[in-house]
């Protein structure tokens, strides 16, 4: 469709799609999605609970949380894509002093 439009004189650009996963095996949940590289991402948050199999990571960069990795509990999974995909902007958290359920809800 892009190089169609392209083709015929309309400039489209090609924006990509952020990779996502969605997995549920052996009664464990997990869900990733975009840039999960933490060698490309300015910081991290990390929320993992030693005695439960929830775990999160959210992946930032430029304040903005540019991926994420959960297992357990998936509920905000829906809440963490659409931070991901609109590019939202974190600056204003104390991430230090916040949990990441809390973030994502702040930014529904």
Known sequence: ???GYNIAGKEVKYTGVIPTTMLNAFN?????IGNVDENSCTHSMVEDKEDDINYKRLFIKDNKIVGAIV???TKKAVSIKAAVE???DISEF????ISIDELID???
């Open 1 to 3: 469709t892009i190089a």
């Open 28 to 32: 464990v949940s997990l869900f990733s």
């Open 71 to 73: 297992l357990g509990d």
């Open 86 to 88: 609109k590019e939202k």
């Open 94 to 97: 104390d991430l230090s002093s």
């Open 106 to 108: 702040k930014l529904k």
